[in-house]
């Protein structure tokens, strides 16, 4: 029998924080690590398995064979085992035999904490040394004033299987490719951010990455680890931010996974009240066992110091933090309060935000939120969740099902189109078309336009042009740039060859323009979270179905006025309220003819006059084109 030789990453520091739940680095200590012991190069491994009795490290260095490598029990009930084996090391395939005490169920595992993984559908951990060379210097050192709070935040949600294939090899792009494709797309389109669906490791692809195995591992579907660690590198060297979409609310029943790891429901919540997603069949983080609270922060923590992350989009908040959460009566427990609230969520949410924004002062954390629950983004200091920012689920809601009517129906509907300002600054929000918005019969953003082509295409420039001067950050979902006709489908390519078509290109070239006029538009993101960075001009000219506002940066030199005409009717002559005199120029038009639209703008100068309307002392006249958005800012 080979030997394990005794061998420890852990101080007696390291285990009374595990066991506290206070150590928040635990990939450096935890699963394999090539190191050299004694003169000897090997890997040293070590696994959480408390109600073992045996553990042992299997692999294709030993026909995994059971028995053979037998790992060491640590003597202080952390419920650790650990042991060096030699001569084994990067590329080594292994999973864990764990024989468990109770009931004598032998269980084989992959690494929970394995860096890198075997491509699906094959299982098995690779020992992994993903070292990697940094060349983004300069954007860390800046990176602060990119994700602060007052800076232009438009990000671009990105399916990485989908986005594009090589439809001659029928594959999606490596990610070698992505760092010149995708790269250089984010670029022309002048997007601040991307994000990315689910990469950690996932076995089955119809779940779109959100059923994760392989926590610490990203994806091998596209390439290796420091291959993953070039594409973050060259968007950060091409001026954009990265953002990964983190999993923590449940977790895949497979066998080589997280659930019943050695034997009893060691990462799982035991009660399967708590426990069981009955939406998703899926297991859920037992959030108030501290060994589990380390792993779920450290793993956040990991691709913000392993990988440059620069922030993380928390999926799933609501089904963690309510204990009712799609369950009927009888089918949850209230909390010791009586409420229907999860407070080992609530207090795990929290832990996690204080210690990432403690580390990682210039990243974000943003909240999928869909309740009012109170405080999501406020900080924790102030009884907040702590997220740096929150999906604003109902302006999408409202705003979606606005558009889909026809515009002759609009003025019955003027206050679903208006009400997202009675709420929006009582959180950080970030306004998001996601994927969640083109699947199962929703219909693509542009499917939704009522009207003829012209004014789908007219409908889905205003809706851009609204979304990009509410208050507030922005999320697209990939192919809605473009006018994607189709709902998204994970097994395909998105439909380049739409490009081919003027309306289709003439979107697209509309999104550039108007990334780029919200990057230079102070006034549309200073002060994008508060309530003195917008003004109402006017917002129940149901009628006419129009709405105006003013938005406001830190100058006031750099306030624009926004005006948007939800009708494919010219209005001639249209008055607006003013509180400056001055004049104005048109800035920004969504109907101009490179867009595709009728090329109904106003001239160069607009003199405004003492005269009052909506409540202002002065006014101005302009020409509203159909279906039309435009800002105005003072010469």
Request: some cysteine; charged content about 25%; overall charge negative.
């Amino acid at each position: 029998m080979a030997n394990i030789i005794p061998y420890s990453l852990f101080t007696d520091f390291d285990i009374d924080l595990f066991k506290s739940g206070k150590h928040y680095r635990l990939y450096e200590k935890m699963g394999s690590h090539i190191t050299t012991v004694n003169g000897v190069k090997g890997t040293y491994f070590a696994v959480w398995a408390p109600s073992a009795k045996q553990v042992c490290v299997i692999g294709d260095f030993n026909y995994w064979t059971d028995g053979e490598f037998k790992l060491n029990v640590r003597w202080d009930s952390s419920g650790i085992w650990e042991g060096f084996i030699p001569h084994v090391g990067k590329g080594n395939l292994y999973k864990y035999k764990i024989h468990s005490n109770i009931n004598n169920v032998i269980t084989e595992k992959a690494d929970p904490y394995a860096r890198r993984c075997e491509h699906p559908p094959k299982t098995a951990s690779v020992i992994w040394d993903d070292k990697y060379e940094w060349k983004d210097s300069k954007w860390l050192e800046t990176r602060k004033k990119h994700n602060a709070l007052d800076a232009p935040y438009s990000v671009y949600e990105v399916h990485l299987s989908s986005w594009k294939k090589v439809i001659e090899e029928n594959r999606s792009l490596s990610y070698v490719e992505l760092a010149t494709d995708l790269v250089n797309y984010l670029k022309e389109m002048n997007y601040t951010h991307v994000e990315l669906m689910p990469i950690m490791e996932y076995p089955y692809d119809p779940s779109w990455g959100y059923q994760i195995t392989g926590y610490f591992a990203p994806t091998s579907r596209f390439g290796y680890p420091e291959e993953f660690k070039y594409l973050v590198d060259q968007l950060h060297q091409n001026g954009i931010g990265i953002i990964l979409d983190w999993v923590p609310s449940h977790f895949p029943e497979d066998e080589h996974g997280l659930g019943f790891f050695d034997g009893s429901n060691l990462y799982e919540h035991p009660d399967r009240k708590k426990g069981y997603h009955q939406d998703w069949k899926s297991l859920i983080f037992n959030y108030g066992r501290n060994e589990v609270r380390s792993f779920l922060i450290s793993n956040a923590i990991f691709w913000l110091d392993q990988y440059h992350i620069d922030g993380l989009r928390v999926d799933a908040v609501a089904s963690m933090l309510y204990l009712d959460y799609s369950r009927e009566a009888g089918e949850w427990d209230p909390n010791e309060f009586g409420g229907n609230e999860n407070l080992d969520t609530i207090s795990f949410l929290k832990e996690l935000n204080v210690e990432i924004y403690q580390s990682f002062q210039d990243v974000q954390t943003i909240a999928e939120e869909s309740t009012a629950f109170s405080g999501v983004s406020k900080p924790v200091f102030l009884g907040g969740l702590g997220f740096g920012m929150k999906w604003m689920m109902g302006w999408m809601h409202d705003t979606l099902e606005y558009f889909k009517k026809d515009p002759i129906h609009r003025k019955y509907h003027q206050n679903d189109i208006t009400f997202s300002l009675a709420y929006a600054f009582t959180e950080n929000f970030m306004l998001p078309l996601s994927h969640d918005e083109v699947v199962y019969g929703k219909n693509s953003i542009i499917g939704r336009m009522p009207g003829d082509e012209w004014q789908r295409f007219s409908n889905l420039r205003l809706l851009f042009g609204y979304m990009f001067t509410h208050p507030g950050t922005k999320l697209n979902f990939m192919g809605s740039e473009f006018g994607q006709y189709e709902e998204w489908n994970f097994e395909k390519s998105l439909d380049w060859n739409l490009l081919d078509f003027e309306p289709h290109k003439n979107t697209q070239n509309f999104i550039k323009d108007l990334n780029s006029f919200y990057r230079n538009t102070p006034s549309l993101y200073e002060k994008g979270f508060s309530n003195d960075g917008f003004e109402w001009i006017s917002y129940d000219d149901h009628q006419n179905s129009v709405i105006s506002f003013i938005r406001k940066g830190y100058q006031t030199k750099d306030d624009v006025i926004v005006v948007c005409n939800f009708t494919p009717t010219v209005l001639n002559n249209y008055k607006i309220g003013l509180h400056k005199a001055g004049t104005l120029n048109e800035i920004f038009n969504s109907d101009a003819i490179k867009y595709g639209g009728s090329g109904i703008t106003n001239s160069n100068a607009l003199n405004s006059k003492k005269e009052s309307w909506n409540g202002k002392e002065n006014s101005l006249e302009l020409t509203l084109p159909p279906l039309g958005i435009i800002v105005l800012g003072y010469k």
